[in-house]
């Protein structure tokens, strides 16, 4: 045997016996730690089924009313608060947290509240919706958010939340839609260069959308002003 190979079969003698002595002292503490990895996992296998399960699904239940009275703009009020019979979103929102509903409750609100002109308790409830990786919600929720900072002329948030809800699962329906209001805003702050850039992007990335059908008027009007 080399004098490599020695040293190397030494290191592994060594690491073994400072392993087993390891065990040997600590084999108590590791006993408790692994079981309560195992507590923790079966306490959250069961959170999910015993628990979330149900109420997602009394959730799911629940909130069809809210969603034909969201619908119609008359009946917005109860959307929000319920009718007597059925609960509106708020309450969904907050007793079935965690669940897929209360969460789709929260775009909801956001969009009743904007509607209403209530701009902060849309924003406050577009914060507490989470991403589900849908194409359509997902970005109509960011953009949402950037109305209303929008509205509220807090025009440095609403550009950030127009910029992500453009990029965020880039489509032709959603994307050109908050370009053109990100170029707007832009137009706003007299960043007519970012704004161009935004208005020629739907020219050339979306020209079947809706918005590129008269975004030449808009990219004109900018090109005027630089």
Same mark, same amino acid.
């Given at each position: 045997? @080399?004098?490599?190979?020695?040293? *190397? ?22 006993? *408790? ?10 306490l ?78 849309? *924003? ?6 989470? @991403? ?39 489509? @032709? ?9 990100l ?18 992007? *739907?020219?050339?990335?979306y ?16 090109e005027?002003?630089?």
């Open positions: 045997m @080399s004098s490599k190979q020695k040293d *190397i079969q030494e290191t592994v003698d060594t690491s073994k016996k400072s392993n087993s002595k390891f065990l040997q002292e600590n084999s108590k503490s590791l006993s *408790i730690i692994g079981g309560a990895i195992l507590a923790l996992l079966l959250f296998f069961g959170y999910q089924k015993f628990y979330l399960a149900p109420r997602a699904e009394k959730a799911a239940n629940e909130m069809f009313k809210a969603e034909q009275y969201a619908a119609i703009d008359s009946l917005s009020e109860r959307a929000i608060n319920g009718d007597g019979s059925y609960p509106g979103f708020e309450k969904i929102a907050e007793e079935y947290s965690n669940t897929k509903s209360a969460n789709i409750a929260n775009a909801y609100l956001g969009g009743l509240y904007l509607r209403k002109g209530d701009f902060e308790k849309a *924003i406050e409830a577009l914060g507490n919706y989470s @991403s589900t990786g849908s194409p359509v919600i997902d970005p109509l929720v960011l953009g949402m958010m950037g109305d209303a900072y929008s509205e509220l002329k807090d025009y440095g948030k609403a550009i950030t939340f127009y910029k992500k809800a453009a990029s965020k699962k880039e489509n @032709s329906f959603t994307s050109p839609l908050f370009l053109k209001k170029g707007l805003v832009q137009e706003e702050q007299k960043d007519f260069e970012a704004a161009l850039e935004a208005y020629k992007k *739907i020219k050339e990335s020209p079947e959308s809706a918005e590129a059908f008269n975004i030449d008027q808009y990219i004109a009007r900018v005027a002003k630089l």
